[in-house]
């Protein structure tokens, strides 16, 4: 069992950048693969950035590839989003979200979600 709570959202301006925590409680967090999605107002929920149970194995969506990135810190039980040269169409709510397995991109293979933190971007 897997508890996650993020925080770090926020307002910025466009081309500004916020970094994105996800706070994990469970003995097992260390071998979960961790990912970043996020869901616009009336858009399907998407992957945004995904990271395997050692770290080194990370995978990002097109949008994001360049500009965002997912790290994690075991020891701590921690998962950070770090976003860069944000843009307005980057505006949702962004989720943490843990998985058994390795690292993918589709949100149905995620077992446990938090509640969410909103990232607003302005023109």
């Known amino acids: 069992q897997v508890q996650l709570v993020e925080s770090g959202g926020g307002l910025v301006q466009t081309g500004g950048s916020l970094r994105l925590s996800c706070a994990a409680s469970?003995?097992?967090?260390?071998?979960?693969?961790m990912g970043w999605f996020r869901q616009a107002p009336g858009k399907e929920r998407e992957f945004v950035a995904t990271?395997?149970?050692?770290?080194?194995?990370?995978d990002y969506a097109d949008s994001v590839k360049g500009r965002f990135t997912i790290s994690r810190d075991n020891a701590n039980l921690m998962v950070y989003l770090q976003m860069n040269n944000l843009k307005p169409e980057d505006t949702a709510v962004y989720y943490c979200?843990?998985?058994?397995?390795?690292?993918?991109?589709?949100?149905?293979?995620?077992?446990?979600w938090g509640q969410g933190t909103q990232v607003t971007v302005s023109s």
């Open positions: 979200a843990a998985a058994v397995g390795r690292p993918v991109p589709d949100p149905k293979v995620y077992d446990y």
């Open positions: 469970g003995r097992a967090f260390t071998y979960y693969t």
């Open positions: 990271i395997g149970w050692i770290g080194g194995n990370t």
